[in-house]
């Protein structure tokens, strides 16, 4: 009999292990507060007696991260009418108080909620406050923080011209360095320091001179990230980046736009860097990226990711002060071939891989801003994420995670029952058609062996003409550390599915 009842425990002990594996799901992410161009800070709520936005109880600044749960009152998560829920949260960097050890912790923070699988995604007791989940996305970008120094020089690049030098001058000094000591503020901080660094510097230079390499780092700084910095130095990456200068340049030579954030005719700096022109100077974007750092820093020069920044830097910086500064034959000889109206009136440029996402290839995707997904008595809360929504089930619909990866031949697709028997909120699905989505979002008459990805476009992609631009350029490939031979290549037209120069836009 002991032995029987040794077998059955045992048995029961299996069964149970193999019903737990099987309910289990994956953990809530780390989430971020993300807003493009969006207020400061967004307000949360005190949990008990929640009903509604009110009166805040405080307020989180963008950018900050933390790991939400759903908040359960008499058995139901707590959402709006519409079935959005309010979500409990844990803080898990704040960027009003962030410090470099905070990067480390938000990376093995992401990690460690990547491997765990629960039960449900209810919050434990004594959750005092709630947020729209609509303020959340799931982003894993870690915080962003040049190296402390370190003392030596090494071996950094030599200016190759008045403007280059004081820009290079310009990242080795303690002005730059206030620029990013705290994550938040970082694009008014830049400009402060640039302007301390002329006051305290005019020895390097005309006022003239001064404010011409403040413009030339704004714009350079813009060409490398709203580039594709994984091109590094080679023909397409260095022409592209010259590409975007030309489109600042024209948005402040001739045609000087409040809009578009030029102040003044030669306004380099405002043309680069407005936030609802150029994204990556948005205030989040701007604590995950160089884009502000010092990144010609020379004791950064042995830096693996920063020596990468400083070959592409150079690679470019000299064409890039001709195209701002300099005459018409300088741009006709950095763009050989292209008639020059192209290259005075290209203003914008249309990068397909970035834009809007769809998927013509697969029927019932959408994507969920925050819903909750139920079985039973536990709720999994379905944020930041896209679905494919299946048949009617429990008030809800049954439903796979849609799980996409940007790749350079294009998007690598999974459809994943990480949520077996849960039915997602029928409130929150809507099962409409996709709006038109061409292949890479460029016209219909590009044909194509095999299509990766699909694209939406912007509204003003038909208000100009598309410009294929050819550059004479260095190439040292990828890595940045070829011997940079002479070559000429061409970017844009009709159908280049990775960048569209546009010409003539209003």
Same mark, same amino acid.
């Given at each position: 009999m002991q032995r029987f009842l040794q077998r059955s425990f045992s048995a029961l002990v299996l069964l149970t292990a193999a019903q737990v594996t099987q309910? @289990?799901?994956? +953990?809530? #992410?780390?989430?971020?507060?993300?807003?493009?161009?969006?207020?400061?800070?967004?307000p949360y709520y005190r949990a008990e007696g929640f009903t509604g936005p009110g009166s805040p109880a405080g307020s989180l600044s963008q950018g900050t991260s933390l790991i939400p749960c759903l908040v359960i009152r008499d058995g139901k998560p707590l959402t709006d009418g519409q079935g959005t829920p309010y979500v409990g949260f844990e803080v898990v960097v704040d960027p009003r108080k962030a410090t470099r050890a905070d990067t480390e912790r938000f990376k093995r923070t992401v990690a460690e909620r990547g491997q765990l699988q629960v039960q449900n995604h209810h919050c434990a007791p004594g959750v005092k406050y709630v947020i729209d989940v609509r303020q959340l996305y799931a982003?894993?970008?870690a915080?962003?923080?040049d190296p402390p120094r370190s003392g030596g020089n090494g071996g950094g690049t030599a200016g190759a011209t008045t403007l280059d030098q004081i820009v290079? @001058?310009?990242? +080795?000094? #303690?002005q730059c360095e206030t620029a990013n000591r705290a994550l938040t503020g970082r694009r008014a901080a830049l400009a402060n320091a640039w302007g301390e660094f002329s006051r305290a510097n005019a020895r390097l230079g005309s006022?003239?001179?001064?404010?011409?390499?403040?413009?030339?780092?704004?714009?350079m700084r813009t060409t490398l990230f709203e580039g594709h910095i994984g091109r590094g130095c080679n023909a397409y990456g260095t022409c592209e980046r010259n590409v975007i200068a030309l489109s600042i340049r024209n948005r402040a030579v001739g045609q000087c736009k409040s809009n578009q954030g030029c102040g003044f005719p030669g306004d380099f700096q405002g043309a680069a860097s407005t936030v609802n022109q150029y994204n990556i100077w948005d205030e989040y974007l701007t604590q995950i990226?160089?884009?502000t750092s010092c990144f010609l820093r020379p004791d950064l020069a042995q830096d693996e990711t920063y020596a990468k920044f400083q070959a592409m830097y150079t690679q470019n910086v000299g064409d890039v002060e001709r195209i701002l500064y300099g005459s018409e034959t300088d741009l006709k000889e950095i763009f050989p071939g292209t008639p020059l109206a192209n290259l005075t009136e290209l203003r914008h440029y249309y990068h397909a891989p970035a834009m809007g996402k769809c998927f013509p290839r697969h029927d019932r995707v959408e994507y969920m801003s925050g819903a909750v997904a139920g079985r039973g008595g536990d709720f999994a809360l379905i944020a930041d994420k896209r679905i494919q929504v299946g048949s009617a089930a429990d008030g809800g619909y049954d439903f796979k995670e849609f799980v996409f990866e940007e790749k350079p031949q294009g998007d690598a697709i999974r459809i994943l029952d990480n949520y077996p028997g849960f039915s997602v909120d029928k409130r929150k699905v809507s099962l409409r058609q996709p709006s038109a989505c061409p292949p890479y979002g460029v016209p219909a008459g590009c044909?194509?062996?095999e299509v990766g990805r699909y694209r939406k476009t912007p509204s003003w992609i038909n208000d100009g003409r598309p410009v294929e631009v050819t550059c004479r350029v260095k190439d040292r490939g990828e890595a940045c550390r070829g011997g940079g031979n002479p070559t000429t290549v061409r970017l844009g037209?009709?159908?280049d599915v990775e960048m569209r120069p546009l010409a003539g836009v209003r």
């Open positions: 309910a @289990a799901i994956p +953990a809530t #992410p780390v989430m971020t507060i993300y807003k493009f161009n969006g207020p400061a800070t967004v982003l894993k970008k915080p962003f923080f290079r @001058a310009f990242h +080795a000094s #303690p006022d003239t001179e001064l404010a011409r390499a403040k413009h030339l780092d704004y714009v990226s160089g884009l044909r194509f062996k037209g009709t159908c």
